[in-house]
């Protein structure tokens, strides 16, 4: 069974931006699954350079979108990609730097939380708006 499943109540209801989610849905569950298989490290640190390398492509084209239709709430949103982005950097270079050869179990669940906590509350805020744009 997948770490992460999608399903349709995390749509944003723009192709693209759902493309992305289920991508780095994708790649969690490949960073998990080769954690559980016991993989090395430069596995282990392929994926979590996919995943930060995944996440900045689909912020920046998340932010493109919300200054293509002047979501008012751009900034706030963007300081959470920031944090986001961040706190998955720190977690790579304290993955590299440590004896473990694996991000912890906590560590995946605080990703997936946060994952799935921002699409279903700061995504779904600018779900109207995009609406009123009529972007798809």
């Known amino acids: 069974m997948p770490f992460m499943v999608w399903n349709d109540r995390l749509s944003v209801g ?8 289920k991508k780095m849905v994708e790649i969690i569950n490949e960073l998990y699954d080769a954690i559980l298989a016991g993989s090395g490290r430069e596995k282990l640190d392929g994926l979590l350079d ?3 390398d995944y996440a900045r492509y689909h912020f920046v084209r998340e ?5 293509k239709t002047e979501y008012p709430d751009a900034a706030a949103h963007k300081r ?3 944090e ?7 977690t ?3 993955h590299r730097g440590s004896t473990i050869p ?3 179990l906590e560590v995946m669940i605080r990703l997936k939380d946060y994952f799935f906590d921002h699409i279903l509350s700061s995504d779904q805020k600018y779900v109207p708006h995009i ?3 009529n972007i798809r």
């Open 92 to 94: 790579c270079k304290l």
């Open 131 to 133: 609406k009123a744009h």
């Open 102 to 104: 694996a991000p912890s």
């Open 14 to 21: 723009v192709a693209a931006l759902d493309a992305d989610h």
């Open 63 to 67: 932010e493109e979108l919300f200054a």
């Open 80 to 82: 959470e990609h920031e």
């Open 50 to 52: 996919r995943l930060m």
């Open 84 to 90: 986001m982005a961040a706190w998955i950097n720190t």
